[in-house]
DNA sequence: AGTATGCAAATAAGG
DNA sequence: TCCTTATTTGCATAC
């Protein structure tokens, strides 16, 4: 059977490692993230040139599409348990949401006595060897607003770490949030944050071509200076999304 | 300040 | 190798 953890071959980044931009002058790095600090992940980010408006105003993002967000969605653990017959021992292709419901309780007044915020689980989490996880998935588990599958796989995790920090908040309070453990590094790769000025650029490309070869796509990385990979899975998503768009787009017509 | 959440990157799985 | 489809997960930001 499959297993919890992938096998990811992104190499997990070590925090503090100074970029090499080979870029221009205006490069930007990672857009700046209030949550997470290790930006790291090595990454040179694409060349800005100049916006538009010289002004200081922030706020520029452009909205493309109008959103029919509908697609089916997978039924989440808390909605499951909504479920008529829901007796004891409920399960799920063979996972007990039972069990899972009482530790993400469990796991959140745990949390909380140790004085954690989510946001600090996800980063120890993060600074941990094995699975890396934010605070967004963290919040999600406690509010089982995740499927029983995705539940399943981040309650041993979610365990094994809280059993440590506990063990370790015992003895000498020493290292915080840190543990060691797990497999070698295996983590997700960061999320790509596009900048607008990227985002037109390959939207533009998309629209004189939706399926481009791979010389293309090597092209327009480069010429984008985003990892190539990170273009080429941009121009699957974005098909993507347009044709679940026009599907719902058949069925609804306003 | 923490937490919740929308949109969409990243990944898994089967060609 | 890279596609599609389905799904997981996180950045960014709303609450």
Redesign the pocket.
Known sequence: M?QVI???P?VVAPPGLSVAPPAPPGLQV???????LLNAQGQVQPIQPAPAGPGPSPTA?AK??P?A?S??E?PTVSQLGAKPPAPPGTEEDGINLEEIREFAKNFKLRR?SLGL???QVGQALTATEG???????I??F??L???P??AQ??KPVLEKWLREAEQRQREGQQHLLEFVGGEPGKK???????TPQA?EALNAHFERNA??T?AE?TRIAQELRYERE?V??????????L?NTSKLNVFHVP
């Open positions: 499959a992938g096998t990811l992104w990672t857009a700046v993230t209030p949550q997470l993002v493309a599409p959103a967000s697609c089916p997978p909380l915020t989510q946001t699975p890396a996880y934010s605070q967004s998935a919040c999600r406690e509010k607003d995740i499927t599958k995705s796989k981040l997700r790769k960061r999320r790509t944050s596009f985002l399926l481009p791979g796509i990170v080429r899975v941009w121009f699957c998503n974005r098909r993507q999304t044709k």
